[in-house]
């Protein structure tokens, strides 16, 4: 449409283009206007890590940190920061353990049964696949309970076990689904090959079908990164004790709701929700072009 | 998706007579035997448990009693409610409209290719990546009666300080208000629903001579209506177990008076801080019911959507 636009543009006089050139500023403007108000919670956020403390608790509440003493050093002081017992940094560790393991754990896991579901003909497939899909559809407020339970009974609370350990056995059935769509989409002349030059079933799925699942993986490695990253809920149910791993969001959320919230190091916790953004955002930096391409969510319209 | 499913699921299994079909059948089995094992310890234990519970009066260590529907029985008794069915259909049925629509005009104003609409794009979708503490701790920040940036610049034109989540009058407007920054999230589901529409329906439209406004009804939304269900029946899920209220409300997740707390954090309550597992399992279970009821209907009902051109 914009085209036609473009060439209907060319043809007409100076006066339209002034016209058009006042659409393009005002839609430009309007497009600004937004632009900044959604972002102005999170510049916000920025300024005051890098504010005094004095700063933070001035009545005046200023916008801008003061530029010539700019504090980077909150966010070298946030890694030491003690909450009942716990530092940022070691925290920052748990949730890297956790995350190492899942982002290996969880697309090897899905894509196993994925494999089966998508290139394997056997008996009872179909129905393991629909009691699959079934617990998609289960509000996830349903087991949150009994897990809790369960774990309490096996020593597993305050611990980082339910995190990962859980993630070995299918890792989640959503992530199946979406790389099942995908493998689908790989050639069976290509299974079939290999099966006539007698290649194994388990070769079959390492040699031949994960590497072409490269984009699928690496978009499932980056919303496992997210999510176990951003995840303040687990913990919230699974750490009760005072000397459980916290993780990093975890340790962010006990610091600004619970006991007394020193107004003074607002800016600390400012650095801790900067830090805490900047790592998300580099990923979908990067991987951009693996998180837009619609083949990985093609599975999930019509 | 429900698409995809009935296709897995119709019984159109090619049926292969080689020598390598019970070899398939072992190796299919191991290769979703991890799942398997997932399904039965981390989903139909614990499903079976929760509905064993739920007809229990339990705490999960000394009390552990059979009470038959007492629990649900309870639910009409108990004070608290009310309030909470009142919050979370609020919160549903305001928020969910109000994010379509406010996304859609969003699209709407990014959908052209002049070369700055990209950087604005990818601007309106950064608040969808900050994690939810994160968002929680700026909000508190930023809406705090003393120290908060909100009421620092209505002080500076002139206006009365605004209370925010410190009263109970305010809050839900203040959660509500707080959503609207995830609007780029659906600003990106409306995109690419438009880019799904030919547009050689808008320019045999024009020839036809529907104006603007006759193109949007009869073209836009029609064929946005797959992606406007699928927003609708995930988000409707989503907001009746909502519970990311725990980060910003105060008195663990409830607000002042309760005037936040919703229907997720009243699970959550129940279980881990009043112990009551028995009546949480079958708290849970009836929002269940009411989810699944709701997203049968939206699907019953869902001859509005047009799949195809």
């Known amino acids: 449409m914009s085209k036609e636009k473009q060439i209907a543009r060319r043809n007409q006089d100076t006066q339209l283009k002034i016209w058009n050139g006042a659409k393009v500023s005002a839609l430009f403007l309007l497009m600004t206007i937004i632009a900044v108000i959604l972002l102005f919670p999170y510049v916000f956020m920025l300024n005051k890590s890098l504010m005094t403390s004095s700063m933070v608790i001035d009545p005046k509440v200023p916008f801008f940190p003061d530029f010539s003493q700019l504090q980077w050093k909150n966010y070298v002081r946030l890694f030491t920061t003690n909450v009942q017992g716990h530092t940022f940094g070691q925290a920052l560790g748990n ?41 998609i559809m289960l509000p996830g407020i349903v087991t949150q309970i009994p897990l809790y339970v369960i774990y309490s009974k096996i020593g597993w609370l305050n611990t980082l076990l ?31 090959a290999a099966k006539i030059d007698g290649c194994g079933y388990f070769r079959m799925y390492w040699q031949i079908v994960m590497p072409n699942c490269r984009t699928i993986l690496i978009y499932i490695m980056v919303n496992v990164f997210v999510a176990t990253w951003s995840d303040y809920y ?42 805490m953004t900047i790592i998300p955002a580099i990923i979908f930096v990067i991987f951009q072009r693996e998180l837009t391409d619609s083949t990985v969510t093609s599975g999930l319209k019509g | 998706m429900e698409k995809a499913l009935l296709s897995a699921l119709s019984p159109r299994h090619r049926r292969k007579t080689n020598q390598f079909t019970r070899q398939e059948a072992i190796a299919g089995w191991l290769f979703v035997s991890p799942l398997v094992i997932g399904l039965l310890f981390f989903t139909l234990l614990p499903i079976l448990c929760s509905i064993v519970w739920a007809f229990k009066d339990y705490d999960g260590f000394t009390v552990n009693r059979f009470i038959g529907f007492g629990n649900f029985i309870h639910m009409f008794h108990d004070k608290e409610m009310g309030k909470v069915w009142a919050n979370t259909l609020i919160y549903t049925c305001v928020s969910i409209p109000l994010n379509l629509i406010l996304s859609y005009l969003l699209a709407w104003l990014v959908n052209n290719n002049y070369r700055f609409t990209k950087v604005f794009r990818v601007l309106y979708y950064f608040p969808c990546v900050i994690p939810g503490v994160v968002n929680g701790l700026l909000w508190l920040d930023m809406t705090d009666n003393t120290y908060g940036i909100f009421n620092r610049m209505l002080q500076a034109i002139g206006l009365p300080a605004f209370p925010f989540f410190s009263e109970a009058s305010t809050a839900m407007f203040s959660l509500l208000l707080m959503g609207i920054w995830g609007v780029g999230g659906g600003m990106i589901l409306w995109l690419s629903a438009f880019k799904g529409i030919s547009p050689s329906l808008y320019e045999a439209a024009k020839i036809d001579g529907a104006n603007g406004w006759q193109r949007f009804t009869h073209i836009t939304i029609p064929m946005s209506t797959p992606i406007i269900f699928f927003n609708l029946v995930t988000s409707v899920i989503g907001s009746l177990q909502y519970n990311g209220t725990l980060v910003i409300a105060t008195r663990s997740g409830r607000g002042i008076d309760d005037s936040l707390y919703l229907y997720g954090v009243k699970i959550w309550f129940t279980a881990f801080k009043d112990g009551n597992l028995g009546y949480a399992c079958a708290l849970s279970w009836v929002l269940c019911l009411v989810i699944s009821a709701l997203t049968l209907l939206l699907f019953k009902t869902s001859k509005w959507v047009v799949y195809g051109e």
């Not at chain 1, 290996?104 to 896991?109: F, T, V």
């Not at chain 1, 579901?117 to 699959?132: D, S, W």
């Not at chain 1, 995190?163 to 002349?189: D, S």
């Open chain 1, 95 to 135: 949730t890297m353990i956790i995350i190492v393991f899942n982002i290996i754990a969880i697309p090897i896991s899905a894509s196993m049964a994925a494999f089966a579901f998508a290139k394997l003909h056997f008996k009872g497939k179909n129905i393991v696949f629909a009691a699959m899909m079934l617990t």
């Open chain 1, 234 to 275: 687990g913990p919230l149910l699974y750490m009760s004790s005072a000397d459980a791993p916290y993780t990093f969001a975890y340790i962010l959320f006990k610091n600004f709701t619970e006991g007394d919230v020193a107004a003074d190091l607002a800016n600390i916790r400012m650095a801790g929700g900067v830090f």
């Open chain 1, 162 to 192: 339910p995190f990962t350990i859980p993630n070995l056995f299918g890792g989640g059935a959503l992530y199946i689904f979406l790389i099942r769509q995908y493998m689908m989409g790989i050639p069976n002349e290509l299974i079939d």
